[in-house]
């Protein structure tokens, strides 16, 4: 038992309740927001430090103990998601306080976000199926909000496609619920594990397990399912494009590495196509991904469908099935969290100053602003897994573990991809920073400082504390690459999770 | 709306829609009721008011704005389920308090706390939803 488990759900709710009874003021907002996402960073770490030392944590909510009542478990996988989440919201935190107008912050923008990232966290952190499914229900009534705040009329069109794919995802979940309690009379995902092996029917057990499939797929945006995303993601203020674009896909990345190693395990699935299968779907969801950045010439629109490509990767590591390849595909989630948020955060920023997205009507960037050029730079080559930054150290273990299998031509698929990501992201670096100052640039272009007046530092200090985030974990990739070797390994032996929540078997 | 009928019923049963809300709510500790379903009719009492009389004298018998209600549920919730873990129990554990005055024993709980949390979300979410709608 550890009591401090319950601390990254309650700090966002309390922090959103506090932003809810001050929302008259937006500087009280402001500053609530910020230092409730500090709080909650440091509650994490708190956390992190048991969980590295002392193993998988667990908490069995209002004392009812498991299998009956809600477990919350924090094993490293979690950990990590939720140290990223907790970083996040420190950086959108700061960043929301320039770019979200007061119209937003007087309709509740920060106890949304709030309310939000306790949603993330929750999905993180849960040990029950059905809680689970709870999570996202309070995830993405949090963020249909928060698409659809400012009313604006391609606002309205994203958030409807958004809301109403993502609760057809959620009602195929029910119906994956639904199977498996039927199944084994119970929603506890270790005790699922214990008895998920021992059902009889394994048809049935393979086909929740698909059903497990399409309705994550849908919520991470994998191929053929991922067509809602670039379609909505373009479409709010950036801080929150960030969020979603960075954070909230994972989140279904997540709920898949979890189901597909802890309950659709060889021992409860008995054939081996459940792994083609996420094999196939991570090379298409790839290659579609980078082909549509490809053709796209909208900046925010491009990063979408990049990251429906980089969820590709994150889907072969898990198909790998091994240690290596889970192994890469956490630690692409991590480094794509922090790379794919920035480069949303520095389109914000190339925005303010050009007054657009679309890339032909943009140019100059690098003539006046050469530091946003660097740090565009880092984040799209760290996005394309140039070493030594992180990216290249994702796309190595994968690579690595792709060739251990033998299985050469994913391998060479997603080298390729890579390559191709490149391509979309020199496509924005000769057309926003290298090109020619265009014709019609807002008054200010080229006069207002980075730091100085005009407050764009706000913008610019979290998007550097990103970079330089990427820099460090590229530089110094082997201790978050041994962090990432325990969670997969603890992925991999169930047994020790089973055992945490339902004591010894 | 401008109707006597409407206007004399409302007056009369918005106390009683108010007290049957509050009856639910408390009868809702062992039997069926509670604070969902006890915020759902005490909305419904102001839902009447406002077709009645209109939002703004609605807002004026409310005297809270519903989101501040919102807001204070919310903060019942939180506290409810913090209490035990100043106890180092686990967060939402159950802790009660039995206070016997000899004729009316009175059962205290962080239960009810939470389920007055629930009560004030519910009314002030309905009575948000209402009076946009209404005011469109």
Not at chain 1, 179 to 184: A, D, K, S
Not at chain 2, 4 to 18: F, Q, S, Y
Request: aromatic share 12%.
């Amino acid at each position: 038992m550890n009591g401090l488990l319950v601390l990254p759900v309650a700090i966002p709710l309390i922090t959103a309740t506090l932003a809810l009874l001050f929302r008259k003021s937006s500087q009280l907002q402001r500053w609530i927001g910020v230092l409730g996402m500090v709080a909650l960073l440091g509650a994490v770490l708190v956390l992190f430090r048991d969980v590295h030392n002392d193993g998988i944590q667990v908490l069995q909510l209002g004392n009812w103990a498991a299998p009956f009542g809600i477990t919350l478990v924090a094993d490293m996988l979690a950990m990590l998601m939720l140290g990223i989440s907790a970083i996040m919201g420190v950086i959108i935190g700061i960043y929301s306080i320039f770019d979200i107008d007061r119209e937003r912050e007087r309709f509740g923008y920060y106890p949304l976000l709030h309310i939000l990232i306790m949603g993330v966290n929750g999905s993180f952190l849960t040990g029950d199926i059905f809680n689970l499914y709870v999570w996202f229900e309070v995830m993405l009534i949090a963020s249909f909000t928060l698409l659809a705040l400012g009313n604006s009329k391609n606002q309205l069109q994203g958030a409807l496609k958004y809301v109403f794919i993502n609760l057809f995802s959620s009602l195929i979940f029910l119906f994956g619920v639904a199977l498996l309690y039927g199944m084994t009379g119970t929603l506890n995902m270790a005790d699922l594990a214990v008895r998920l092996p021992q059902v009889e029917n394994t048809g049935l057990v393979t086909t929740v397990a698909m059903i497990f499939l399409v309705s994550f797929g849908i919520k991470s945006a994998i191929f053929p399912l991922f067509f809602w995303l670039p379609a909505s993601y373009h479409t709010p203020p950036v801080a929150i494009s960030a969020i979603f674009g960075g954070l909230l896909t994972k989140v279904g990345v997540y709920a898949l590495i979890r189901v597909f190693t802890l309950l659709f395990t060889d021992a409860s699935v008995h054939n081996d196509y459940l792994h083609h299968i996420l094999l196939w779907v991570g090379g298409f969801t790839m290659v579609i991904g980078v082909l549509g950045a490809a053709s796209h010439m909208e900046f925010r629109k491009i990063l979408s469908f990049h990251i429906v490509s980089q969820i590709g990767y994150m889907i072969m590591g898990l198909a790998f099935n091994t240690a290596m390849g889970l192994m890469g595909a956490i630690f692409y989630v991590l480094h794509n969290i922090l790379a794919k948020s920035n480069l949303f955060l520095i389109s914000g920023i190339a925005q303010r100053l050009l007054g657009t997205f679309e890339l032909k009507k943009m140019g100059g960037l690098y003539k006046h602003y050469p530091f946003l050029a660097v740090l565009f730079l880092i984040s799209a080559f760290a996005l394309a897994g140039f070493p030594p930054l992180s990216g290249f150290w994702a796309k190595l273990s994968l690579v690595k573990a792709g060739l251990s299998l033998e299985l050469y031509v994913i391998t060479g698929v997603a080298i390729l991809v890579g390559l191709l990501t490149l391509f979309s992201m020199t496509k924005i670096w000769l057309t926003a920073f290298w090109g020619t100052v265009p014709e019609e640039v807002p008054g200010h272009f080229g006069k207002l400082p980075l730091f100085g007046a005009g407050k764009l530092y706000i913008l610019v200090i979290p998007v550097m504390i990103i970079a330089g985030m990427i820099i460090l974990v590229g530089l110094n990739a082997q201790p978050f690459l041994e962090l990432c070797m325990t969670a997969a390994e603890q992925l991999l032996d169930t047994s020790v999770y089973i055992e945490a929540v339902l004591g010894p078997q | 709306m401008k109707s006597l009928i409407l206007h004399t019923a409302t007056r009369l049963m918005i106390g009683v829609l108010v007290l049957f809300s509050l009856f639910l709510f408390f009868r809702g500790h062992d039997e069926p009721g509670g604070g969902f379903i006890g915020g759902l009719v005490g909305a419904g009492a102001f839902t009447l008011y406002a077709i009645a009389f209109g939002t703004e004298a609605t807002r004026k018998v409310l005297r809270i704005h519903p989101i501040t209600l919102i807001a204070y549920g919310l903060l019942s919730l939180v506290v409810s389920g913090l209490i035990p873990m100043f106890m180092a129990e686990p967060f939402l554990t159950g802790k009660w308090l039995f206070i016997e005055w000899g004729a009316f024993d009175t059962k205290l709980s962080t239960p009810l706390l939470f389920d007055i949390g629930v009560y004030l979300c519910v009314v002030g979410f309905i009575v948000t939803v209402i009076f946009s709608l209404e005011e469109e």
